[in-house]
């Protein structure tokens, strides 16, 4: 625990001269009894037939005067809140190895399945995007708090072919940051199809925008990708430099390989392929990114991820200020201690 306010903890030298003083109180208490010698004051002072309880509503006083005094000091301690995550980009593959029935009854319906049951356990407040990528990728579902809106996106999927996981992170991350002047249309394609719209205005803020500065990977609470994929990258942006673009941006990419490791041959009007899942890939843009990586061989598996997923990103520890509980703890002391007063000796002070 630290302080933020550490100059304001000398009010703390209170304390031990508030306890010597109750100490001198007792005993000056204690002398008068015995100089009068009546029966009353001596029995209250020894305190007959009460033990330490005289003790205990000044010791509870005492505490929660130290309580109070250490709030003032402002301090900020490390622990378990909710998670700040307000925006989750479901990053789902649908390429047309998707139909593979090595998970059943196939790999889109299995993931879509998934998705829907992470859904239900996420906070109302935390807004979900979904973006699809196959050859390129696109948005589906901008980030939104309406389940309804974001399930109709999932149940929507079109399959095609190839697999540009790269192209899938780009977009998610110009979701998470609409205005950091990602040019995704240059990332993916290679030319900013774009330009002949752009105004000396808009040249200027881009020119800004350039002097971005990276942040320590992981540290950005405010969003994650999850990232959900069964094939190698057939085309598209590196993944891996795709990843490094996040991992730049503090954003965690939680990855999920679906599919068996041996793979799968599947047919689709007159074509055939054999499709095999790229785990060393995945693992790599988790690292990179402070993720996590998630294999998944059975749709039982896809739905125990995602609820794994949930818990991940739900808490999170974090340095936090904790003056008001520190606050309400003394207040709780107070009030105990003139409860104990009253039910025991019929007074509160």
Avoid: C
């Avoid at 390129?136 to 996981?165: C, K, M, Y």
């Avoid at 609820?307 to 739900?314: A, E, G, I, T």
Wanted: aromatic share 6%.
């Amino acid at each position: 625990m630290k302080f933020l306010w550490p100059e304001a903890l000398w009010i703390l030298l209170v304390v031990p001269a508030l306890a010597a003083g109750y100490v001198v109180l007792l005993r000056r208490r204690k002398k008068t009894a015995l100089r009068y010698a009546n029966l009353t004051l001596v029995k209250e002072a020894l305190g007959a037939g009460q033990g330490v309880r005289r003790h205990v509503p000044p010791l509870l006083i005492l505490l929660a005067l130290t309580t109070m005094f250490a709030a003032m000091g402002r301090p900020v301690a490390v622990v378990t809140l909710p998670s700040q995550n307000e925006t989750i980009i479901l990053a789902m593959d649908v390429s047309g190895s998707m139909r593979a029935t090595d998970v059943q009854p196939n790999r889109l319906a299995a993931s879509q399945a998934a998705a829907k049951a992470f859904l239900a356990e996420q906070p109302p407040t935390t807004r979900i995007g979904v973006v699809a990528f196959a050859a390129t990728a696109s948005l589906v579902q901008t980030p939104t708090r309406n389940r309804e809106d974001i399930i109709a996106s999932i149940d929507r999927f079109q399959l095609q072919r190839g697999t540009a996981i790269g192209s899938g992170i780009i977009v998610s991350l110009a979701t998470l940051f609409p205005d950091a002047g990602i040019n995704v249309s240059k990332l993916i394609y290679g030319r900013d199809r774009d330009a002949w719209r752009r105004t000396p205005l808009d040249q200027a803020r881009d020119a800004e925008k350039k002097d971005f500065k990276p942040v320590p990977p992981g540290s950005y609470s405010s969003g994650a990708i999850i990232l959900l994929t069964d094939g190698q990258r057939t085309t598209g942006p590196d993944s891996l430099a795709a990843a490094r673009m996040a991992a730049d941006r503090g954003v965690r990419i939680f990855t999920v390989g679906v599919g068996t490791k041996a793979g799968e041959t599947i047919g689709f009007e007159g074509w055939s392929m054999r499709v095999r899942l790229d785990e060393e890939t995945l693992k790599n843009i988790a690292t990179l990114t402070h993720g996590e990586y998630f294999y998944a061989g059975t749709a039982m598996d896809l739905v125990k991820i995602y609820k794994s997923l949930n818990s991940r990103l739900v808490l999170e520890k974090k340095e936090t200020e904790i003056t008001a509980l520190l606050a309400a703890a003394a207040a709780v002391m107070v009030l105990l201690a003139a409860t104990l007063s009253l039910l025991w000796f019929n007074r509160i002070a």
